[in-house]
């Protein structure tokens, strides 16, 4: 095949692709913010997106928060500044690490299992049942999903970067012999309230690309248990890229001079 | 009876990429009739009844249901006409996150708002009607065996006492018996629910018990459609082929074609 064809192609496919994820995030916002809404549905959506990703997201930040302590500790050593440590755990904490960590861990654990899940509906007729039953999927599948994530990930990040100071904290006064009291304030004298603002927005950017990538897969997904298999692994890829951009782009919004 | 059809297809056409699957197909079901489409595997069985329910829009032709153009309906409008039908899938379409008497309260609680009490007693009904008691209705869909799965599935479809009701491959995988004796519910939960029937299904046994009117997909068209009673005398070669199963005939020749 002409190699040219084939990079129109590819880039035809991309832009129908792109089109397809935009009507699919437009009518699902458009289901999220117009009743009828799925209490129940929507409860044991942030139950799971919530509270059973706890686990997760606490021992990832809490780990990072460790390791950026001593990383820190051994680098600015050099410079005798041992000093900025607190400052630049709670800030990478905050801005970052937190709200990254969280999502990447975020669209592994719950955008596969959005994927999968709906995939196998979809692939199983039951998304066709639920048609049929006067009941839009959107509404009963999408929308209780979206406002999990939205509004989840936030909450999950504000625990996180609690847990990954914490741990930067431990390692800090408890390894590395800082006094306990002056990284305590050094930790609050820098931050400010737009570090903590910035990554709980990103949180929610990131809690509904999971879930847009997650639901857009499954419910799109064809052709059996491959597809499924498809559907899942696009689902984590595309959310994980689009994090990555995201996080940059509101890193731009926030903070660029 | 009304002299309205219930169901009306007209011209219906539907391709998938260069493939044609429907190429002005016609159908009309008149109410409490029960119509069998009959035709071989990827003869457009599946799709024709999608096209009715509202899965896929054809994309040419009209699908009226009570003598109105299902594609001039709002969202609104469609879930109202999905109200009045049931539909049994192929594989049951049960979901699995739910128990046994919710699958079957489903379309009562969500499109019909009842009360979860009241729509419990309505799926006990049900389930008793397709012959399954109350310790099954607090299982779940993966408890199930294949015939007990279609039961369910047909309590589901008949739940909201619906105009209509599809039945998509109702006998497909299961053995002769189980097959034989879903018919005889479909029968007689169609009857008693006084629905039209409309099912596709490439089983002649089945199609023979649970139609009185049966239609012949062929190439995208509506080739043949008659009584049951009469199919063994429809003068269709095609039809002759289909209901005796034989290898040899116009539909072989087709399929040897290069």
């Keep these: 095949m002409n190699p040219l064809r084939a990079i129109g192609k590819a880039f035809i496919g991309f832009l129908a692709s792109t089109g397809r994820i935009t009507v699919f995030a437009a009518t699902s916002v458009s289901h999220c913010v ?55 755990v709670v800030l990478s904490i905050t801005r970052e690490l937190g709200p990254v960590l969280a999502g990447l861990m975020i669209a592994g654990r719950i955008g596969a299992s959005m994927a999968a899940e709906l995939g196998t509906m979809r692939v199983t007729e039951q998304i066709d049942a639920l048609e049929t039953l006067s009941t839009n999927p959107y509404k009963y599948l999408i929308a209780p999903r979206l406002i999990a994530g939205i509004t989840m990930l936030p909450l999950l990040v504000f625990v996180g970067d609690i847990i990954g100071v914490f741990g930067g904290y431990v390692v800090s006064v408890y390894k590395l012999g800082f006094n306990a009291s002056a990284y305590l304030q050094n930790t609050w004298t820098f931050l400010e309230p737009l570090d903590v603002v910035s990554g709980l927005v990103k949180a929610a950017a990131f809690g509904f690309l999971v879930s847009l990538m997650g639901c857009y897969h499954g419910y799109s997904s064809r052709g059996g248990a491959q597809g499924v298999g498809a559907a899942t692994t696009n689902a984590v890829v595309s959310a994980s890229i689009l994090i990555l951009v995201t996080n940059y782009i509101i890193t731009e919004m926030f903070f660029a001079q | 009876m009304s ?112 009360p979860r009490k009241k729509a419990y007693d309505v799926a006990i009904e049900k389930l008793s009607q397709v012959g399954l008691g109350t310790d099954v209705a607090v299982l779940s869909p993966a408890e ?83 009584d049951t009673a009469t199919i063994d005398e429809s003068g269709n070669d095609y039809v002759d082929q289909f209901i005796n199963g034989s290898a040899e005939g116009p539909i072989e020749m087709e399929l040897l074609k290069p």
Excluded at chain 2, 151 to 177: H, K, S, Y
Excluded at chain 2, 201 to 216: F, G, L
């Design chain 2, 3 to 114: 002299d309205t059809p219930k169901i009306r297809m007209r011209g219906v056409k539907k391709r998938f990429g260069p493939k044609v699957v429907l190429d002005g197909f016609d159908l009309t079901v008149m109410p409490q009739e029960s119509v069998v489409i009959i035709g071989g595997s990827g003869s457009g069985k599946s799709v024709s009844l999608k096209c009715v329910i509202g899965l896929i829009t054809p994309d040419e032709g009209t699908v009226e249901i009570d003598g109105v153009d299902v594609a001039t309906l709002s969202t609104g409008e469609r879930e109202e006409v999905n109200s009045r039908i049931g539909m049994l899938f192929q594989n049951a379409a049960l979901f699995d996150s739910l128990p046994v008497w919710e699958n079957v309260a489903f379309g009562l609680i969500q499109g019909k708002k009842m």
């Design chain 1, 34 to 88: 117009r009743p009828p809404f799925y209490y129940r549905l929507i409860g044991r959506q942030m139950i799971d997106i919530g509270y059973y990703s706890l686990p997760v997201v606490g021992l990832t930040t809490l780990f990072a928060g460790m390791v950026l302590a001593l990383q820190s500790y051994t680098g600015f050593a050099r410079f005798s500044a041992e000093g900025a440590i607190p400052s630049v």
């Design chain 2, 144 to 226: 199930l065996s294949g015939g007990m799965r279609k039961r369910v599935g047909l309590a589901r479809a008949i739940a909201g006492d619906p105009d209509i009701i599809f039945f998509d491959e109702p006998t497909t995988g299961l053995d002769p018996i189980m097959g034989h004796v879903i018919d005889n519910l479909i029968v007689q939960c169609v009857r008693e629910v006084g629905a039209t029937a409309l099912s596709i299904t490439h089983d002649m046994a089945s199609a023979r018990r649970i139609s009185n009117q049966v239609a012949m997909l062929y190439k995208g068209k509506n080739i043949w459609q008659g």
